[in-house]
């Protein structure tokens, strides 16, 4: 296997994709899915202009998702699991930026991330314990890394690409929970379409973007705060990177990480019934 242990950045993922087949395309028409009762499944600001798009037979590819684009590694009693996504440049119709689908990870889910190529928005959502909806987003260069909070949403725009980010994930033992989050991965229909979305997303403004959604998405989020990644991320995950991180699989580092992400990542309130579609 090539060697995947000599740093972040784009030779990562260069080597990475070498190796990789020719994953899952996530086109505009999987935007516009709906739950089992007919509720959207994910929140656009122009879905009738997503929707024109597609009945007039234009349906480009999002984002090529490689899952287990290296092998699954344990540690920690834990088996841990790792995806590559390369998203397009561009715009949707109406305006918003090329994005993920967006979705809810379980409670006991850590999940981290690292840009290796592009430019990318972040935006993660949940409540805290109190109740009161959090709202944060992040602009991600090559090398940055994001850990998304226990059980929450979050969404991934493109800024600049192509983009190309890698993940990690494991779901933590002594929580309770419906379904795990290899379960979610392999299930779309528990994935993506299990809860409402949060109805807040990206537009491009100039050469940069702002945060929009429907009224009742932005009465309840409000306008985001801007986040950076935290000293005790980069730490955690150490010099190499993440690649290196999920390939070496060390135990010493992959326990700082846990520990590390169960003392600072906030853990996410159980979300309303009326926010399930």
């Not at 690292?114 to 928005?121: A, F, M, N, P, T």
């Not at 998304?148 to 190309?164: C, E, I, K, R, Y």
């Amino acid at each position: 296997m090539t060697d995947l242990a000599t740093g972040p950045g784009p030779a990562a993922g260069t080597a990475l994709l070498s190796a990789a087949g020719d994953g899952v395309d996530r086109h505009l028409s999987d935007l516009l899915a709906t739950a089992a009762n007919g509720a959207p499944a994910c929140y656009l600001a122009d879905p009738g202009a997503a929707r024109a798009a597609c009945e007039g037979g234009s349906d480009p590819v999002l984002y090529t998702a490689h899952r287990d684009i290296l092998p699954p590694t344990r540690a920690l009693g834990a088996e841990w699991f790792a995806d590559l996504c390369v998203y397009r440049p561009g715009r949707l119709p109406g305006g918003e930026l090329n994005r993920s689908i967006g979705h809810w990870n379980t409670p006991a889910q850590l999940e981290v991330f690292e840009v290796l190529s592009g430019r990318v928005l972040m935006i993660t959502a949940w409540h805290d314990p109190s109740g009161t909806p959090v709202l944060n987003w992040e602009a991600c260069e090559p090398g940055d890394l994001v850990a998304v909070p226990f059980g929450a949403w979050h969404q991934t725009s493109v800024l600049d690409g192509p983009a190309t980010v890698f993940n990690i994930y494991t779901d933590l033992p002594g929580t309770e929970q419906q379904h795990t989050s290899r379960h979610a991965a392999q299930h779309a229909e528990v994935k993506y379409r299990s809860s409402a979305p949060v109805e807040i997303t990206a537009i491009r403004a100039g050469t940069g973007f702002t945060l929009t959604g429907s009224r009742r998405g932005r009465d309840h989020w409000g306008r985001g705060v801007r986040a950076v990644e935290p000293a005790w991320l980069r730490e955690a995950v150490g010099p190499k990177g993440l690649v290196a991180l999920h390939t070496s699989a060390c135990a010493d580092r992959m326990s700082r990480l846990v520990d590390a992400a169960r003392t600072h990542l906030p853990q996410a309130q159980p979300r309303p019934e009326g926010d399930r579609p």
